[in-house]
């Protein structure tokens, strides 16, 4: 069964920068497409950034895009979400999240099986 346990979220100030990390049961990471997704109080959840299988190719939302940076090291089944320039809308829990989506690039939660419990990113 694929276990995602994300890591990093915490309190920071507006321009500041978090790193998120998501680390994943071993049998299964590189044969998925890895993402973030946030979802803020009283909002639906939306898809912030997602890495292909090998890490060549990225995709990430228009708010995430110039700030945030998504990599991930499948020899440590590992994936992170590096959070610069912070505001205050990024204020959400953060999910890690894994599958294989059929339209990559759009990040749509429904395309992704397996999530983590979340991490919240607080932004003041």
């Known amino acids: 069964q694929v276990q995602l346990v994300e890591s990093g979220g915490g309190s920071v100030q507006a321009g500041g920068s978090l790193r998120l990390s998501c680390d994943a049961s071993?049998?299964?990471?590189?044969?998925?497409?890895m993402a973030w997704f946030r979802q803020a109080t009283g909002k639906e959840r939306e898809g912030v950034a997602a890495?292909?299988?090998?890490?060549?190719?990225?995709a990430y939302a228009d708010s995430a895009k110039g700030r945030f940076t998504i990599s991930r090291d499948n020899t440590r089944n590992s994936v992170t979400l590096q959070m610069d320039r912070l505001k205050d809308g990024d204020t959400a829990v953060y999910y890690c999240?894994?599958?294989?989506?059929?339209?990559?690039?759009?990040?749509?939660?429904?395309?992704?099986?397996?999530w983590g419990q979340g991490t919240q990113v607080t932004v003041s």
């Open positions: 999240a894994a599958g294989q989506p059929r339209v990559f690039r759009r990040l749509y939660a429904d395309q992704y099986a397996y």
């Open positions: 071993k049998y299964t990471f590189n044969k998925h497409c």
């Open positions: 890495i292909h299988r090998g890490g060549g190719v990225v």
